[in-house]
């Protein structure tokens, strides 16, 4: 099987270059152990506050490989037949029903029947461990933190072996293993087991410089001056003492609003007006409002001004 | 990760270091590691190892970023490695000091207040005192003792325990039956009575079987498990005997039903849920207190639970969690600040118990302004001074609890 596809980075600046090509903006920390988890086969296991783009890694990486992302989406309650796969009931009755009114009396090869491939539906996982002709795909399990232990627990089997069982059809084992990668927001402490089989990477919102790019990258249309202004102040308000600061995702959203907005730069008014957009708790926009607004953004301001 | 070791290339020193012993050195820094608390296991050193081989030893960030990526599992551990990091790979000869550096001090071993005399300590002293004597006089109050006594001991305060009442007590606890206090959870299992129809297994059934036409219904529903239980303990001075005692309760939770996360705190707080998890109470409380820098000093109520709401109530109290805060209420930081963060627990988990040990005592109001301002933010108010009221907690703790333990009888009495 050739693959058409980009290779795997041979370095460490070699997967800085892919992402780049990608539109991602990465440091050098992550370009490491991305690399690593490339060349070693591994999982790779991404932990930050929500909105830092640990998700949007997968995807860049999939985009940049040339290869399929596949998505598992995990909540409370995720189990094997919403994450592996189920079978299609509605066709095997009908199945059966034809056969009885055939006359078929032989049941296990009936039952052979009804529980072949036919009638197989397949979900995120079973998926990845599927050959596929541009190579093996990026498996993004989004959100580990939130399915619950007995779900994490199925999951360190699969990662091990990348091999499922299928008790009617037997085991369907992965000839690449897909490229694993697996975000948490911490709502969760995730166990031990599961982390060793991965390499680990704490994903910490970007310095100022490296936000900036992000900003410039995904939102061209706003106006430079208002682009340095609002990711230096985000970078202030990080700074203070939030129940929850803004991630990346927001950044992005309130230069989006504001240049919507027709803001060509930052106004205390404007400010508390969209305050919503960069934060989501009622208490962080009360103690943000008003005053404090201005107070920070004149510091920023100075920031700036001292900066050239 | 924005802070990034310096990239300047690698000094004589350190070249020779790497020639040919590198795999000895990387074994001997996770071994250091692991000294200074990381959780480096051996599948770690090896893929350490493998992880140099395939990237090649290129700048020293690189070098750096490699190890990061392999040995360190929690974000927690980030600062340490870094230390570690820094002073093990300048030169051999810091390994010893690094250790030493690296090694949480140890705290001092909780006492008693000086002004108390308590039965424990004259006991102890004399015990030290008669050792050297004659056979030792033979104490038959643990293994067989008698209704009335068990009966005097559940109802003894902790404080007053003696070292021996104290042993027997945490027995009891350990054998406590723990409380029945699963919930419903979204995830489905075959029960004969269930309201879904499990399709899958009627399926399979019915091909297998011989119902002649007929389709045997199988059925799913929802699975019970605990809650997570998130225990907020005060260690500050007045409550010392307190806590210890019911971290034993803690211990026994721990063991016996899991998700159960631990906290303590006095001046600042501590997550001591993996201390917890050793086998032996003793090696587990062993491991708190190596870890827990502020026990019986002073308590600052508010500041910690501001901690505990911004680094931890998101990580802990996912899923329908019980939280258990046991203080005195005692509290000198500014009540708007307290009032605040009590309200923003109470809204973050399904019930707020409040254990108190001064509701022990019979005259017991609601006067001091800790406690005017935390008893309107919290759903139960209980004591916890003695067994009977560890197990009454217990009871509580059942998911099919009779209540009764408002915490605005109290407000309200105030009022009267």
């Given at each position: 099987?050739?693959?058409?596809?980009?290779?795997?980075?041979?370095?460490?600046?070699?997967?800085?270059?892919?992402?780049?090509?990608?539109?991602?903006?990465?440091?050098?920390?992550?370009?490491?152990?991305?690399?690593?988890?490339?060349?070693?086969g591994?999982?790779?296991?991404?932990?930050?506050?929500?909105?830092?783009?640990?998700?949007?890694?997968?995807?860049?990486?999939?985009?940049?490989?040339?290869?399929r992302?596949?998505?598992?989406?995990?909540?409370?309650?995720?189990?094997?037949?919403?994450?592996?796969?189920?079978?299609?009931?509605?066709?095997?009755?009908?199945?059966?029903?034809?056969?009885?009114?055939?006359?078929?009396?032989?049941?296990?090869?009936?039952?052979?029947?009804?529980?072949?491939?036919?009638?197989?539906?397949?979900?995120?996982?079973?998926?990845?461990?599927?050959?596929?002709?541009?190579?093996?795909?990026?498996?993004?399990?989004?959100?580990?933190?939130?399915?619950?232990?007995?779900?994490?627990?199925?999951?360190?089997?699969?990662?091990?072996?990348?091999?499922?069982?299928?008790?009617?059809?037997?085991?369907?084992?992965?000839?690449?293993?897909?490229?694993?990668?697996?975000?948490?927001?911490?709502?969760?402490?995730?166990?031990?087991?599961?982390?060793?089989?991965?390499?680990?990477?704490?994903?910490?919102?970007?310095?100022?410089?490296?936000?900036?790019?992000?900003?410039?990258?995904?939102?061209?249309?706003?106006?430079?001056?208002?682009?340095?202004?609002?990711?230096?102040?985000?970078?202030?308000?990080?700074?203070?003492?939030?129940?929850?600061?803004?991630?990346?995702?927001?950044?992005?959203?309130?230069?989006?609003?504001?240049?919507?907005?027709?803001?060509?730069?930052?106004?205390?008014?404007?400010?508390?007006?969209?305050?919503?957009?960069?934060?989501?708790?009622?208490?962080?926009?009360?103690?943000?409002?008003g005053?404090?607004?201005?107070?920070l953004?004149?510091?920023?301001?100075?920031?700036?001004?001292?900066?050239? | 990760?924005?802070d990034?070791?310096?990239?300047?290339?690698?000094?004589?020193?350190?070249?020779?270091?790497?020639?040919?012993?590198?795999?000895d050195?990387?074994?001997?820094?996770?071994?250091?590691?692991?000294?200074?608390?990381?959780?480096?296991?051996?599948?770690?050193?090896?893929?350490?190892?493998?992880?140099?081989?395939?990237?090649?030893?290129?700048?020293?960030?690189?070098?750096?970023?490699?190890?990061?990526?392999?040995?360190?599992?929690?974000?927690?551990?980030?600062?340490?490695?870094?230390?570690?990091?820094?002073?093990?790979?300048?030169?051999?000869?810091?390994?010893?000091?690094?250790?030493?550096?690296?090694?949480?001090?140890?705290?001092?071993?909780?006492?008693?207040?000086?002004?108390?005399?308590?039965?424990?300590?004259?006991?102890?002293?004399?015990?030290?005192?008669?050792?050297?004597?004659a056979?030792?006089?033979?104490?038959?109050?643990?293994?067989k003792?008698?209704?009335?006594?068990?009966?005097?001991?559940?109802?003894?305060?902790?404080?007053?325990?003696?070292?021996?009442?104290?042993?027997?007590?945490?027995?009891?606890?350990?054998?406590?039956?723990?409380?029945?206090?699963?919930?419903?959870?979204?995830?489905?299992?075959?029960?004969?009575?269930?309201?879904?129809?499990?399709?899958?297994?009627?399926?399979?059934?019915?091909?297998?079987?011989?119902?002649?036409?007929?389709?045997?219904?199988?059925?799913?529903?929802?699975?019970?498990?605990?809650?997570?239980?998130?225990?907020?303990?005060?260690?500050?001075?007045?409550?010392?005997?307190?806590?210890?005692?019911?971290?034993?309760?803690?211990?026994?939770?721990?063991?016996?039903?899991?998700?159960?996360?631990?906290?303590?705190?006095?001046?600042?707080?501590t997550?001591?849920?993996?201390?917890?998890?050793?086998r032996?109470?003793?090696?587990?409380?062993?491991?708190?207190?190596?870890?827990?820098?502020?026990?019986?000093?002073?308590?600052?109520?508010?500041?910690?639970?501001?901690?505990?709401?911004?680094?931890?109530?998101?990580?802990?109290?996912?899923?329908?969690?019980?939280?258990?805060?046991?203080?005195?209420?005692?509290?000198?930081?500014?009540?708007?600040?307290?009032?605040?963060?009590?309200?923003?627990?109470?809204?973050?988990?399904?019930?707020?118990?409040?254990?108190?040990?001064?509701?022990?005592?019979?005259?017991?109001?609601?006067?001091?302004?800790?406690?005017?301002?935390?008893?309107?933010?919290?759903?139960?108010?209980?004591?916890?001074?003695?067994?009977?009221?560890?197990?009454d907690?217990?009871?509580?703790?059942?998911a099919?609890?009779?209540?009764g333990?408002?915490?605005?009888?109290?407000?309200?009495g105030?009022?009267?």
């Open positions: 099987m050739a693959d058409q596809s980009p290779e795997i980075p041979q370095s460490i600046d070699a997967t800085l270059t892919l992402l780049a090509s990608a539109d991602y903006v990465a440091d050098r920390s992550l370009a490491t152990v991305l690399y690593l988890a490339l060349k070693m591994r999982p790779l296991f991404l932990e930050g506050e929500a909105g830092v783009g640990k998700t949007e890694i997968a995807k860049v990486l999939a985009k940049a490989l040339g290869r992302l596949i998505r598992l989406q995990c909540y409370e309650g995720l189990d094997v037949s919403s994450a592996v796969y189920e079978w299609n009931y509605a066709a095997q009755m009908i199945e059966i029903r034809v056969a009885e009114a055939e006359g078929v009396v032989d049941r296990a090869r009936l039952g052979e029947d009804v529980f072949s491939e036919r009638f197989l539906v397949k979900r995120p996982l079973l998926e990845a461990l599927e050959p596929d002709t541009a190579g093996p795909p990026v498996l993004l399990i989004d959100e580990l933190d939130r399915t619950d232990e007995a779900f994490e627990a199925f999951l360190l089997e699969v990662l091990s072996d990348f091999q499922v069982t299928i008790p009617e059809i037997g085991t369907v084992t992965a000839a690449r293993p897909p490229i694993v990668v697996i975000t948490s927001n911490r709502t969760r402490e995730i166990h031990d087991a599961l982390k060793r089989r991965c390499l680990y990477h704490w994903v910490d919102y970007p310095d100022a410089a490296r936000e900036l790019s992000i900003v410039k990258a995904k939102v061209p249309e706003a106006p430079q001056k208002l682009s340095r202004e609002v990711v230096a102040f985000v970078q202030a308000i990080r700074r203070e003492d939030l129940f929850k600061a803004p991630g990346v995702a927001e950044t992005l959203d309130w230069a989006t609003a504001l240049t919507e907005l027709n803001a060509v730069a930052l106004d205390a008014a404007t400010i508390s007006d969209t305050l919503g957009v960069l934060l989501k708790y009622q208490d962080d926009i009360q103690r943000m409002q005053s404090k607004a201005k107070e953004l004149d510091q920023v301001r100075a920031e700036l001004r001292a900066a050239g | 990760m924005t990034r070791p310096d990239t300047t290339s690698l000094s004589a020193d350190e070249a020779e270091a790497f020639e040919g012993r590198l795999a050195n990387i074994v001997h820094f996770a071994r250091a590691l692991r000294t200074a608390g990381m959780r480096v296991g051996p599948g770690s050193v090896v893929d350490a190892i493998r992880a140099v081989e395939t990237a090649g030893i290129g700048e020293k960030a690189d070098f750096y970023w490699v190890l990061h990526s392999v040995l360190v599992k929690r974000h927690e551990d980030h600062d340490l490695f870094d230390q570690a990091f820094r002073l093990y790979w300048r030169k051999r000869a810091l390994l010893e000091r690094l250790m030493s550096q690296l090694l949480p001090p140890s705290p001092p071993v909780p006492r008693d207040d000086a002004e108390e005399v308590r039965s424990r300590v004259a006991e102890a002293l004399l015990k030290n005192e008669q050792k050297p004597e056979p030792k006089p033979k104490l038959e109050i643990d293994a003792m008698t209704l009335s006594s068990q009966e005097v001991l559940q109802r003894k305060d902790f404080e007053q325990m003696s070292a021996a009442e104290i042993a027997q007590a945490r027995q009891m606890i350990a054998r406590m039956i723990l409380p029945f206090d699963k919930v419903k959870t979204r995830r489905l299992e075959p029960s004969p009575r269930g309201r879904q129809i499990d399709l899958r297994r009627s399926l399979r059934s019915s091909i297998r079987g011989g119902s002649h036409g007929m389709i045997d219904l199988k059925r799913l529903a929802p699975a019970r498990k605990h809650p997570p239980l998130v225990a907020i303990c005060d260690i500050s001075g007045s409550m010392t005997q307190y806590s210890r005692m019911f971290l034993h309760f803690l211990h026994a939770l721990t063991e016996a039903r899991g998700r159960v996360f631990s906290f303590v705190f006095g001046t600042r707080l997550n001591i849920t993996r201390q917890l998890k050793a032996d109470p003793d090696e587990a409380l062993e491991r708190c207190s190596d870890i827990v820098e502020d026990w019986a000093g002073g308590t600052r109520i508010a500041t910690c639970l501001h901690a505990f709401n911004r680094d931890w109530s998101r990580r802990v109290l996912g899923q329908g969690a019980v939280v258990l805060l046991v203080t005195d209420g005692l509290e000198r930081d500014g009540r708007e600040e307290l009032a605040f963060e009590m309200d923003r627990l109470h809204r973050s988990c399904r019930r707020l118990i409040w254990l108190n040990p001064l509701l022990r005592y019979d005259g017991f109001e609601a006067k001091a302004a800790g406690i005017v301002t935390m008893l309107p933010h919290v759903d139960e108010f209980r004591t916890i001074h003695n067994l009977n009221a560890m197990a907690l217990v009871h509580a703790l059942d099919r609890r009779p209540g333990a408002d915490p605005m009888r109290w407000l309200r105030e009022a009267a």
